[in-house]
């Protein structure tokens, strides 16, 4: 498998960014462009694409705050996130004060689902009423947002949070997947789908 995309670390809460080119190298995906752009712009242009698209997991602002900024400085007119999770997206309280403010020029979500074989979407709800995880098949790779984190969950105590739920989702949609295939989570270290169902002791 291809191991052509970065990873970013950004932001208060260290969350990753992920940048994956297209098999045919034409579309960059920015997954979760959450703070400091000027680090995420300066990553893609190591890559060659003739145009970028933003794919969110879900709707906090440690995941969306540069969306805006990204979006302005790379010409993007495709953002796509879950319509479950578009109205707090919008809100001015989606934010983590002191520490983060309401993401501010957020770019107008485009018409969902995303269209195109380059990627699978997983509905994931749990974490938030519209979270999903991006499978990339080129590269054996899912990107979990804060669905699923190496050893790991997301957490549930947020507005629009449901344990039961989260758990049913990782079990249906994940646990279903191979043991090979790797995980990338919106915080953390990487893993697989097969560490996970043996070690992670909210699954075991």
Known sequence: ?????????????EVN???VPSPDQKILYIIDPGG???DILAE?????FEKAVILLTHCHADHIGAAGEIAARLHITELYIDPADSAMYASPANCFPPFLPAAE???????WPPRTSDFKILHTPG????????HFPEYNALFTGDTLFRASVGRTDLPGGDSALLLASISNELMALPDSLEIYPGHGAPSTIGFERRNNPYLC
């Open 127 to 134: 974490h938030t009423p519209g979270g999903v995880c991006y």
């Open 1 to 13: 498998m291809k191991k052509a995309f970065a990873t970013v670390v950004v932001g208060a809460f």
């Open 44 to 48: 893609a242009s190591a890559f060659r």
């Open 105 to 111: 020029n957020l770019p107008v979500p485009s018409k």
């Open 36 to 38: 400091d752009a000027q």
């Open 17 to 19: 960014c992920y940048l």
